[in-house]
Structures are given as structure tokens and as C-alpha cells.
């Protein structure tokens, strides 16, 4: 456990655990844009194909006064609405551990979930007023488990391109004693924005003490993006639904040592300009090759990274982008590898994101048309992480810019 501030924060990658692709929010759709007759169109908004996920690790926060915490603190989840709906149901990451410290006390606590619109301000708050909420009586509770659907007694109607909050507060009569953890993607070394395609504003952990002023969720140089689904009542599913993070099993890039993300296209074509991966450079003096390559392994385009910074912080990874000679069509249904490779001398490592198909989550909260893979020099496989081997279920931190 690493204590952070007053609240207690623990970090992990075990195997508990988007398409953050969206225009509006967590979905692999391109936004359309409406105008007047006669008057000029408004610029293209950029639209993503990927996982598109900074995250290092998997880290809890607190619901209640945790130890030595100052106050019952609240947080909440700000997502921007990406469909006009009804909101039945939400999929939180609930985290407990019976022989730790640090991921929950008691029973629990009581769970109190608002959804608040937002205040219209210019820095995204809460509302005064919930337009819906539900409880958690005792989440400390196999029963229901890490990843429960919560029914809304009375849902809410969401609109889209709207903000909205939802706000956790643990309401029970002893918070100090009754308390537990929501899990997130936490990102050693917080980026601007959080998240490579969205503005904070439309994904975003807000805190506050309840007589205090919301701030964004920061512990140091650190912060977290939430793990959650939203399930509207006509089958529509937002979120962000990787739950596992492996800054513990990095894969290296290095002469024959190469990672590569496999993909099967889905839906339409996508005619994509970039490609963008998320990596570490250790050591050595050559470029990091990012090469956009068909299922039999001929080249469709390619380019290097002369350069790729190290960012403060543990893991050190950032993106490093490649734009392509000439827009690139990904045809429907076709198969697709986005190969990373490196000089012998020269040593890049990246990790995987879990996504929680086996939890409940469903596309387009995670990438479904890939998997990641690594090559050791004799042959490709699917991931490992923890005993387990050729994993079906894990992505590279990667994304293409479409058009």
C-alpha cells in the first residue's frame, strides 16, 4: 500500500481487471454536425479507432474517511452523455481485500450513487440537484461482487452531448469505520488531457470534502480515470471498461523481441491519417518503428519515432505518433496488424489493458476487434500476465486518427 496525502491508495496489477474513441465520449463513432442552410459547416471533429487508454495501473480511492482522512470525501464520475436515453443502469469497479488494509473497513458503508447534471460552469462541477439516484447497502459483499449492475429505481433521461456527474457518497452512520474502495486506471504521472482523445471535461474523478469545493482528483503528480459502464434502457452502453493494468509485465521492443496489436475490423471502413502508441523509452540510440502491416505481413504504411520523452513518474511511458504518408483505408472485415519493433541496440517496453468482457463490460467500453500480442523471437503469442498465458483479452494503449 502507498500512502498518498491523507488517503490511502493502493496500486496493483493483478488480474482483476475504450474505446476511449469518442467525439462525445467513450464509443468508436465519428460525430455528425448539423447546420444551417447556408452556413458553413463547423470543423470536423476528430474521431479515433483503439483503445486509446493511458493507464499504468490499477489504484483505488476511498468512500469515507479512510485512517487519517480528514473528511467523508465524495467523488464523482464526469462523463459526457454520447446518447439520448434513458440511463437503467450503471457497472461500477467496487475493490475489497479481506486480508489488506487500505481497499475497504466494515461492512462497507452505505453507498448513496446521485446522477447530478452539470452546473454549465466553466470548470464542470455538480449540480445542486440529483435528477436520480440508488444505494449500496454493504457493497463488502461477495454476493454481488467487485462489478455489480446497479438498477436505478427511477431512471434518468440522458441527453446527449450533455455533461453529467455521478456522485458517491458514503452515507452510513459510521464512515470512519464502514467504508470501501471504487478501482480506476491511475496514471502515475497525470497528462494534459487525462486521456489522449477526450477534454477532461467529458471524462473526468471530481472529489471534495462535503462542506468543501470540487477539485480534480489528483494525489501528487498522480490521477485516476473511473471504471464504469452506463447500460441505457434501449440496449445503447457507454464507459470505459478496462480493468486491469500490467505496469508490472512490460513487453519488450527490441530487435526480434516486437508487440503488435491484431485486428479484424468491424462495422465500416475506416480511413485512418495516425497512428498513436503508448511506450517507454529505456535505452539505445535508434527509433521506435511503428508499421501499419496486413494479416499476411505485407506493409500498408509506416513510419519512426526518432524520439520518444520519458515522463516523470514510475512507469515513464508517453505516446508516440506516426502519421501516415497518405490516408490509409482499414476495409471492413479485413485483418490488420499495428507492429511495433526497435533496433537491436535500442530497448522500448509497453504494457496491456485488460478489458472486463468477463466482468460484465461490454463494446464499445473497450476495444473488441484486437488483441494484443508479443513475439520473445521465436513466435507470436497473446499476452501473459500472473500464470496466465496467451491471454485473449488484453490491448495495447494504441489508437488511429480517423477521418
Wanted: hydrophobic share 40%; with cysteine.
Amino acid at each position: 500500500m502507498i500512502m498518498l496525502d491523507s488517503t490511502p491508495v493502493v496500486f496493483r496489477s493483478v488480474l482483476r481487471g475504450v474505446a476511449l474513441a469518442a467525439c462525445l465520449a467513450l464509443t468508436n463513432l465519428a460525430c455528425s454536425h448539423d447546420s444551417a442552410a447556408g452556413a458553413p459547416a463547423p470543423p470536423a471533429t476528430p474521431s479515433y479507432y483503439g483503445s486509446a487508454l493511458n493507464a499504468d495501473d490499477l489504484g483505488n480511492i476511498t468512500l469515507g474517511y479512510a485512517y487519517n482522512d480528514s473528511c467523508n470525501r465524495q467523488y464523482s464520475i464526469r462523463m459526457r452523455a454520447n446518447h439520448t436515453g434513458v440511463l437503467r443502469s450503471i457497472r461500477p469497479f467496487f475493490i475489497w481485500d479481506y486480508s489488506r488494509i487500505g481497499y475497504h473497513a466494515g461492512n462497507g458503508g452505505t453507498i448513496q450513487i446521485q446522477v447530478l447534471a452539470d452546473d454549465g460552469s466553466s470548470s464542470h462541477f455538480p449540480s445542486g440537484n440529483a435528477i436520480a439516484s440508488l444505494t449500496v447497502l454493504h457493497p463488502v459483499n461477495d454476493s454481488i461482487g467487485f462489478y455489480p449492475l446497479l438498477t436505478f429505481p427511477a431512471p434518468p433521461a440522458l441527453v446527449a452531448g450533455q455533461i453529467y456527474h455521478l456522485v458517491f457518497t458514503n452515507v452510513d452512520a459510521d464512515p470512519a469505520s464502514n467504508w470501501v474502495s471504487l478501482d480506476c486506471a491511475w496514471m502515475w504521472y497525470a497528462a494534459t488531457p487525462l486521456q489522449p482523445t477526450l477534454p477532461d471535461s467529458d471524462l473526468a474523478i471530481l472529489e471534495r470534502c462535503p462542506a468543501g469545493t470540487w477539485s480534480l482528483y489528483k494525489r501528487g503528480t498522480s490521477t485516476a480515470t473511473p471504471c464504469l459502464q452506463l447500460e441505457y434502457a434501449d440496449g445503447a452502453i457507454q464507459g470505459q471498461g478496462y480493468i486491469e493494468f500490467y505496469s508490472q509485465n512490460p513487453k519488450p521492443i527490441s530487435g526480434t523481441k516486437e508487440v503488435r496489436e491484431r485486428f479484424t475490423v468491424s462495422g465500416p471502413d475506416r480511413v485512418v491519417t495516425s497512428a498513436s502508441v503508448r511506450v517507454k523509452y529505456v535505452s539505445g540510440p535508434g527509433p521506435l518503428t511503428i508499421r501499419l502491416e496486413k494479416a499476411d505481413g505485407s506493409l500498408v504504411d509506416q513510419g519512426m519515432v526518432a524520439t520518444v520523452p520519458v515522463t516523470p513518474g514510475i512507469n515513464g511511458a508517453s505516446w508516440a505518433k506516426v502519421s501516415f504518408a497518405s490516408p490509409q483505408t482499414l476495409h471492413a472485415g479485413q485483418s490488420y496488424h499495428l507492429l511495433l519493433r526497435a533496433p537491436a541496440d535500442t530497448l522500448f517496453q509497453t504494457q496491456g489493458l485488460r478489458k472486463g468482457a468477463d466482468k460484465g463490460f461490454k463494446p464499445p467500453t473497450y476495444f473488441a476487434d484486437g488483441i494484443a500480442q508479443f513475439n520473445d523471437g521465436t513466435a507470436w503469442t497473446g499476452w501473459d500476465s500472473w500464470g496466465q498465458y496467451n491471454r485473449q483479452d488484453v490491448d495495447l494503449q494504441f489508437y488511429f486518427e480517423t477521418k
